[in-house]
């Protein structure tokens, strides 16, 4: 049973990792052994099916989809997913015993803002606060501004345009494993949901 009651609004965080010892992303990407590498989900939507991590996950699925879709600003580069009762300090709020935990990297469509720092912390930043008004959810998000280096098909391969990238964390709470899923699905869903309208209200 929960050791305290759950905190059930919705904790929302934005920081920067620029230092130059922090995580950088380089796009394309790909593992050293090949193996695993970027897929243009917003160029070819069928290679979906590539992707390991929503084999078994049709809120992801869904989530990488609408976010690679012509309406959408943003395209995706990476992700993963995460099941455990190892809890952090951090967690201890929720008073839960499980933790259904994501990453997801994306970067803006748009070639000119890649590289605009300012338009990475406006949209951080608006992002944050829409999620920061969200109320009665056992759900945590962390948005991390980082800087990503953009190889281009036009440049040599030894050249490359410095920018940012940013990687959304969500975590769901909940007592039992299929509870703490449903916290982090209806997270994905309120995520996804406000990057389409920030989307909208740009191109409007």
């Known amino acids: 049973m929960p050791t305290q009651p759950w905190n059930k609004d919705m904790q929302a ?3 920067v990792e620029l230092g130059a010892d922090d995580h950088c992303l380089e796009m394309p990407w790909s593992s050293p052994d090949g193996q695993m590498r970027f897929l243009d ?4 939507p069928e290679l979906l099916l590539e992707v390991a991590e929503t084999h078994d996950n049709q809120e992801l699925a869904e ?4 976010l690679n879709q012509a309406g959408s600003h943003v395209q995706t580069a990476k992700c993963d997913t995460w099941l455990t009762n190892e809890l952090d300090a951090e967690d201890e709020i929720f008073g ?4 259904f935990g994501s990453y997801v990297d994306f970067f803006f469509v748009d070639r000119a803002r890649q590289t605009k720092l300012a338009e990475y ?3 951080a930043a608006t992002l944050n606060a829409m999620l920061q008004k969200v109320p009665d959810f056992a759900a945590a998000t962390d948005l991390v501004l980082r800087r990503c280096y953009y190889h281009r098909d036009d440049y040599p391969p030894d050249k490359s345009d410095d920018g940012y990238c940013l990687t959304f964390y969500l975590n769901g709470y909940g007592d039992d494993e299929d509870g703490a899923k449903k ?10 949901n ?6 909208a209200r740009r191109k409007g």
């Open 194 to 199: 406000a990057v389409m309208q920030m989307s």
């Open 96 to 99: 839960a015993l499980w933790k």
């Open 121 to 123: 912390e406006e949209f």
């Open 13 to 15: 965080d934005f920081s």
């Open 41 to 44: 989900l917003r160029a070819k």
């Open 183 to 192: 916290s982090w699905s209806i997270g994905l869903k309120l995520v996804q």
């Open 63 to 66: 989530f990488l989809t609408v």
